[in-house]
């Protein structure tokens, strides 16, 4: 009798034809070979020993041939030859297929099939369809035991619907059986077909989810149970959903980084030796992702392409570099944009300049929508005068520049400390401490009071400028941030040079008292 198995390694199935006889299974020679990449098959088991291999007469395209079939030992000994990396997978797929069909006396399939050939056309087409339930569920438990805790994106079918469509759930997990024992239990059916490993199983499933020729199948609710990972898909469409995931899986496995790495490595390695003997200066590498556009000359990285997506998910536009986002002739922002704003966005999941920012790989099409992370709304970061006001808030006592002022004159040791106190209700000795923009017009017009230097970066002591020479104070910043953007100089620097009282950009510098 003939019994088909699949045998899948590495996403990539193999047939194998199984003849059993007297309840003992004997594997096609050929196929074996072509499997583990043994090319001459017959000097391979020439002198194996009757035992090992046995020779049929069987009907093929080409007619009757002599075709050579292993038996459980000559297919053991045969791999055992192998140095493949497949080699030890499919001897133990060879132990699972031979205690499957000991345990069952005679394997249920090969007598379906040869019942099969008495039955009427109604009755074959139900033994076809048992046939590949019985198919879908032996690739199944396969599936499973080849992925068992390995960080995988799985394609899986839960029924077929009435339309002819099957209802497919593409998700990731690190616990395949784990994962799979709850959706049955959820849904009462759940059969995996297709598996990928990859290390980043998370960002390959939400790039599958986002890919427009899958997510237009969605079908989000099935028997009451809602999931944002179904689709209505028929043959072709699930053929296309599946060539997606082969074409762009290589991006989500560290593997073939580390490979490029060890390539480039030797490749380096090569270079310099051959340069050594020549005597030749070795030119350094030059990335792919590196460009001569600076105006001097030097490679200048380019990086993450950067998207900016509207609140509710929908891509907008991707930019090929972060400096593009800086450029007014690439996007019209409501705000001034700056690159660390751009990045802290695409780090913080906030809304900033009136998008949501990610980053996006450089090898992916502009056109690539990803999965947002909820949004998070920035603290409201209350900015300018902060006002004393009195017990029963009818008038203002005082006025400080900012909050961490305000702190300090009122014997708190931290801001956090007076925050606090505020978020509580209670009151500041009998006062109560509001920002000045939310006092309200009547009280501000009351207010006869003066109005402190406004904070700037939490910097608001003046800086005077003054003549090295004749100490002549030459001119008088509001702000320590703008003596730093006039004479491009760090913080650190200009607190150094007042503190030490030497000359910086060829002058010298004081606060106001």
Known sequence: MDV??????????????????????MFKADQIGKI????????SVRHFDRDEKVVQRMHTRG???????????????????????????????VAHVIATIRETGKYELSKQL????????????DLVMHYKSQHETETHDVLLGGFANKKVVYYGKIADLEDGTSLIKIGSTANIKQRVGSLRYGYGSFTVFRVFECQEHNGFEKFLHQHVDIKRYKKPTYNGIVSTETYAMNDGDLKRAINIAIRNVVQYRRDTEQIRDIKEIVEDVVQAEVAKVLGEKRKARVSEEAQHDSKRGHNTTLGSKIQIYAEDGGLVKTFNRLIDTLRNDQWQFDEKVYRAGVLKACEGDFIYAGYRWMQLDRNLDDDTVQQLRPTILKKNIHKGWVALLSSDESEVAELYPDFKTAAEQNGFLSLGALQKRRKKGDKIHGHVIRPWSECGDELQKLYRGTFPDKTIGGKHIRVLKMDPVTKEVLHEYETINEVMAKIRCAHRTLKSAIAKGVELRGYLWKFAS
């Open 36 to 43: 583990i990449g043994l090319k001459q098959m017959r000097s």
């Open 63 to 93: 007619g009757e041939q002599d075709c050579t079939f292993l038996t459980e030992m000559g297919a053991y000994r045969l791999l055992m030859r192998s140095d493949k990396p497949m080699a030890r997978p499919f001897q133990k797929w």
């Open 114 to 125: 040869d019942d099969l050939k008495g039955q009427n056309d109604n009755e074959k087409a």
């Open 4 to 25: 088909l198995k699949t045998f899948v390694f590495d996403n990539t199935e193999h047939v194998v034809d199984i003849q059993v006889v007297d309840d003992k299974p």
